[in-house]
Nanobody
Framework: VRLVESGGGLVQAGGSLRLSCAAS????????MAWYRQAPGKQREVVGN????????HYADSVKGRFTISRDNPKNTMYLQMNSLTVEDTAVYSC?????????WGQGTQVTVSS
């Protein structure tokens, strides 16, 4: 299984970006897919996740109301729509997927928010 993120880049504070996570297999085969981020000098944190069973989503308090996770199953792709970005959102964003006891990771994409 390969997960490949794209869509990162440089954006001004207040702007928006949409990240994509393309899976080599069917996204519906995963129990859960999630977005993570790691800022320089900080631990990796969960941004949010989406369950395959019912499509329910959960978000970290720091992004609630600004970020939205969605999934396009025919395209085997998960998205992270990020709005009202702040400099504190600067990080490497990675996607992950869980299938049973297996966990898969993408390589990450850099998001930099300038003030």
């Amino acid at each position: 299984v390969r997960l490949v993120e794209s869509g990162g880049g440089l954006v001004q504070a207040g702007g928006s970006l949409r990240l994509s996570c393309a899976a080599s297999g069917s996204t519906t085969s995963f129990d859960l897919m999630a977005w993570y981020r790691q800022a320089p000098g900080k631990q990796r944190e969960v941004v949010g996740n989406i369950a395959s069973s019912d499509g329910s989503t959960h978000y970290a308090d720091s992004v609630k109301g600004r970020f939205t996770i969605s999934r396009d199953n025919p395209k085997n792709t998960m998205y992270l729509q990020m709005n009202s970005l702040t400099v504190e959102d600067t990080a490497v964003y990675s996607c992950g997927a869980v299938r049973g006891r297996e966990v898969y990771w993408g390589q990450g994409t850099q998001v930099t928010v300038s003030s």
